[in-house]
């Protein structure tokens, strides 16, 4: 299965327990901010703000925590500091991760990303050594007891879909970004309800990993991840099925 889409469900179960930690929250509050900073407060002339608000209301973020994270962007409130870093390095076995932060303090966020990669056997890099290597789309993962494929092709083609394939358990459907809120709502009229919904980084190609290599990769991705200021980490790992099963990770 490609990365983004095992990825994207091991985070998906993350994100249930991150939630209950605040610390879902907190990452969420903060995309709030800097699309409320950078397009304005108003969700319906700011599809940045309008998605990061919608990802908010998924995981039940106090109206009251979505209008002060706003407050903060706009200016309003003290708070709003933070600027977008992306850190680009490899993982065991020369995979590519990308890491996109959102830091009120580059100085010390740089170095404790650095001591992540180098910990699990991997080396942070410089600007653009693999960003080339990823496309930004709209990503959805729709068990595939949800749906029939021949009605999710219809329903998503039609909404603006590029593709849709069956990877493992799930349907993959991607979509450029400007097409997101086309599919999302198209699915939603249907009655599909996606597990994972999401604008994130595809790679072009990717890379297969042993089961060994694998747990490191995963480890570095959990640890990215777990990261106050990491909003999302992309890879170009490929893990096989038969690795899958072994490393439990299926």
Same mark, same amino acid.
């Given at each position: +299965?490609? #990365?983004?889409?095992?990825? &994207?469900?091991?985070?998906?179960?993350? /994100?249930?327990? =991150? $939630? @209950?930690?605040?610390? *879902?929250?907190?990452?969420?509050?903060?995309?709030?901010?800097?699309?409320?900073? +950078?397009? #304005?407060?108003?969700?319906? &002339?700011?599809?940045?703000?309008?998605? /990061?608000?919608? =990802? $908010? @209301?998924?995981?039940? *973020?106090?109206?009251?925590?979505?209008?002060?994270?706003?407050?903060?962007?706009?200016?309003?409130?003290?708070?709003?500091?933070?600027?977008?870093?992306?850190?680009?390095?490899?993982?065991?076995?020369?995979?590519?991760? *990308?890491?996109?932060?959102?830091?009120?303090?580059?100085?010390?966020?740089?170095?404790?990303?650095?001591?992540?990669?180098?910990?699990?056997?991997?080396?942070?890099?410089?600007?653009?050594?693999?960003?080339?290597?990823?496309?930004?789309?709209?990503?959805?993962?729709?068990?595939?007891?949800?749906?029939?494929?021949?009605?999710?092709?219809?329903?998503?083609?039609?909404?603006?879909?590029?593709?849709?394939?069956?990877?493992?358990?799930?349907?993959?459907?991607?979509?450029?970004?400007?097409?997101?809120?086309?599919?999302?709502?198209?699915?939603?009229?249907?009655?599909?309800?996606?597990?994972?919904?999401?604008?994130?980084?595809?790679?072009?190609?990717?890379?297969?990993?042993?089961?060994?290599?694998?747990?490191?990769?995963?480890?570095?991705?959990?640890?990215?991840?777990?990261?106050?200021?990491?909003?999302?980490?992309?890879?170009?790992?490929?893990?096989?099925?038969?690795?899958?099963?072994?490393?439990?990770?299926?």
């Amino acid at each position: +299965m490609s #990365g983004h889409s095992h990825w &994207a469900g091991i985070k998906h179960k993350k /994100a249930l327990v =991150d $939630a @209950k930690r605040g610390k *879902l929250w907190s990452k969420l509050s903060k995309a709030i901010i800097v699309a409320a900073k +950078m397009g #304005g407060g108003d969700p319906d &002339a700011n599809l940045r703000l309008r998605y /990061a608000i919608d =990802d $908010a @209301k998924a995981v039940s *973020l106090p109206k009251d925590n979505i209008q002060r994270a706003i407050k903060k962007g706009t200016g309003e409130l003290d708070g709003g500091n933070l600027e977008e870093v992306v850190y680009e390095g490899y993982g065991a076995g020369g995979v590519a991760i *990308l890491c996109e932060v959102l830091t009120d303090n580059r100085n010390r966020t740089a170095p404790e990303i650095r001591k992540i990669f180098e910990l699990a056997d991997g080396k942070l890099g410089s600007t653009g050594c693999v960003a080339w290597m990823f496309d930004s789309k709209g990503l959805f993962l729709i068990p595939t007891d949800r749906t029939n494929e021949d009605t999710l092709m219809e329903v998503a083609l039609e909404a603006g879909a590029d593709d849709v394939t069956v990877q493992g358990e799930n349907f993959e459907v991607t979509c450029d970004p400007s097409r997101y809120q086309e599919v999302t709502k198209a699915l939603a009229d249907a009655s599909i309800e996606p597990e994972v919904k999401e604008i994130t980084r595809i790679p072009a190609n990717t890379v297969d990993l042993d089961a060994d290599t694998a747990r490191k990769v995963l480890k570095l991705m959990e640890r990215l991840d777990d990261h106050d200021d990491v909003q999302n980490v992309s890879s170009n790992f490929n893990i096989p099925d038969d690795v899958m099963a072994e490393i439990g990770e299926a």
